[in-house]
């Protein structure tokens, strides 16, 4: 054995207690070939599975699994999406399926990831725990027999008596906020918990998010809903355009509330390089919570939800729904409503249609229904020269309409869009010249259908839309609670240093008390050496150092020094 290793084997021995681990972090055993049979290799993958290398890993691929879950389009987020891709890629789109990278979050092998990195962090964290209640009841060691070998050390002699210097320096340690008491003929200090208490709180919190992430998976819900000015809307799933929940999910965790959308303010900037950038953008509505709940008023606004319970209602998109008209060939008014059209650019250019299922009888008294296609912009600019708005605000709207009759197919019992027209079994009306018929219309407009059809009115009163999406996240505050935990753990873990401190006062064989101060850090870190110099200051004041035989000048203490006496 070299000189070097002897040396260490040696100042560990002397060190004993006093040099064992300043943190609760489990050992790091070296790894061999298991004891026979199951109970041995069951040992052996726990140390294993609950060791630090393999939770850093297992967090490391949870990381990384979570990558293509951001870049490729999942099932549970956007469907259509996913649609489009497999039509885009048909010889990727089957390899993603065996792999189940378009549900990654659900799939089997991020599921076989979170687990295991929440079983290694629970079986780390209990015996961490269980060490660290039993340092917190008990009390720091005694001084190892030669304080000379520490890391940081300092000496001088005094003529003070052993029992002063010890009672100065247990007074002032814990003044210092040190946990320190009589041990012998020295006293014995610690000072730091709260570097393990960071540990253990960035470790639980890491478990509460997981925790709050598998609960907002399985319990979540994310609906959206247009609603047009005047519109009404309750909780409820049939009440949804568009509705996705989580695989636990059960209809009657619906928080219950209702609301009304009474009004939309948009305004917009009219000049400089922002011009057309909204500046106000926002949805005044009622709301009640339950189904006995008083009415109250409020104003929704871009990234500042509403909150009831655990949903949240945001305002996410915003269109025009231009009232329209449509009258049969005796006048009779067969359809009435704000027709909400959806935006194309951002100046809210929209399109859309307009279906009249029921009501409508052709000039021969046949029962037919209608559809028109319609186009409309809130400013129309002739010199631009395209069907373009040029504001998204109501400046000179304009919509364009062409008309078509028939069957529209909505009683086939096949789903169709609502902003979609089947021309399949319908036919264009024609104008005199034969051409597909359509015309621009402004605010009262009407347009007359050839051959006693009818008429369509664009009516003065334009009303406008707003685009709801209501999530309900049971885990998302706990997510957030155990993120800002990590936060504060990790800071605390890594900028409060666990230290000892001893300070021993014994009587020479000259009667002149010897004092011996030495400080042991976790890391070897500048702050031991220094905080021993201030201490030591402090303590030489109230003891000072006694002259020497052979000469009358008084001994300073010795400014601490790493690696004194090595």
Not at 3 to 23: N, R, V
Not at 454 to 483: M, N, R, Y
């Amino acid at each position: 054995m070299s000189k070097t290793e002897t040396d260490k084997s040696q100042d560990q021995e002397d060190l004993g207690a006093a040099g064992s681990q300043l943190s609760t972090a489990p050992r790091e055993e070296a790894s061999g070939m298991p004891a026979f049979g199951v109970l041995g290799w069951v040992r052996w993958f726990w140390r294993q599975l609950t060791s630090m290398r393999v939770a850093l890993l297992l967090l490391l691929l949870l990381s990384l699994g979570a990558i293509p879950g951001s870049l490729i389009p999942q099932t549970g987020a956007d469907l259509n999406k996913v649609d489009d891709f497999r039509k885009a890629h048909r010889t990727l789109a089957p390899v993603y399926d065996k792999l189940g990278l378009f549900h990654v979050y659900s799939s089997v092998w991020f599921s076989a990831i979170y687990i295991l990195l929440f079983v290694s962090l629970i079986g780390c964290i209990v015996p961490r725990t269980w060490q660290f209640v039993g340092q917190l009841r008990g009390r720091p060691p005694g001084a190892p027999k030669r304080l000379t070998r520490l890391p940081a050390y300092t000496t001088w002699r005094t003529d003070a008596d052993p029992e002063q210097v010890r009672e100065a320096a247990l007074a002032l340690l814990k003044r210092r906020r040190f946990r320190a008491h009589l041990a012998g003929d020295a006293v014995a200090a610690e000072k730091g918990y709260l570097r393990e208490v960071g540990n253990l709180v960035f470790h639980i919190a890491l478990i509460v998010l997981l925790v709050a992430f598998a609960w907002g998976q399985m319990y979540k819900s994310d609906g959206t809903k247009l609603m047009v000015e005047g519109d009404g809307f309750s909780n409820a799933l049939p009440m949804y355009d568009d509705f996705k929940s989580g695989s636990l999910f059960q209809p009657d965790d619906l928080v219950p509330f209702s609301f009304d959308l009474k009004n939309f303010t948009g305004t917009y900037e009219v000049t400089g390089p922002n011009k057309g950038t909204p500046r106000t953008y926002q949805a005044t509505i009622d709301y009640s919570q339950g189904a006995y709940g008083k009415r109250k008023s409020t104003t929704i606004k871009v990234n500042e939800p509403l909150h009831i319970g655990d949903a949240k209602v945001y305002l996410v998109s915003h269109g025009y729904a231009p009232v329209i008209t449509v009258r049969d060939g005796k006048g009779h008014v067969v359809y009435h409503d704000a027709v909400p059209l959806l935006p194309i650019d951002g100046n809210v250019s929209s399109n859309g249609v307009v279906k009249v299922m029921d009501g409508y009888r052709n000039a021969q008294g046949q029962k037919e229904q209608l559809g028109f296609q319609a186009f409309f912009v809130p400013t129309f600019d002739p010199k631009s020269g395209t069907m373009l708005s040029q504001f998204p605000a109501l400046l000179n709207p304009l919509l364009a309409v062409n008309a078509y009759h028939g069957d529209l197919g909505v009683n086939a019992g096949i789903p169709q869009s609502v902003y979609q027209l089947d021309k399949t079994h319908m036919k264009a009306f024609k104008d005199a010249k034969g051409q597909l018929l359509k015309k621009l219309l402004q605010p009262g407009d009407t347009m007359t259908l050839p051959n006693g059809a009818g008429s369509i009115t664009f009516e003065k009163d334009i009303k406008e839309w707003a685009g709801f999406e209501i999530v309900q996240e049971p885990g998302s505050g706990w997510a957030l609670g155990g993120a800002l935990a990590a936060i504060f753990g990790l800071a605390g873990s890594l900028f409060i240093q666990r230290r000892r401190v001893w300070v021993r006062a014994v009587r020479g064989a000259d009667g002149v008390t010897v004092v011996e101060m030495a400080g042991l850090g976790r890391s070897e870190s500048a702050k031991v050496p220094e905080e021993l110099g201030d201490l030591a200051g402090t303590l030489y004041d109230q003891a000072p150092g006694a002259s020497e035989p052979d000469d009358d000048s008084t001994e300073s203490p010795a400014v601490p020094a790493e690696g004194a006496e090595k």
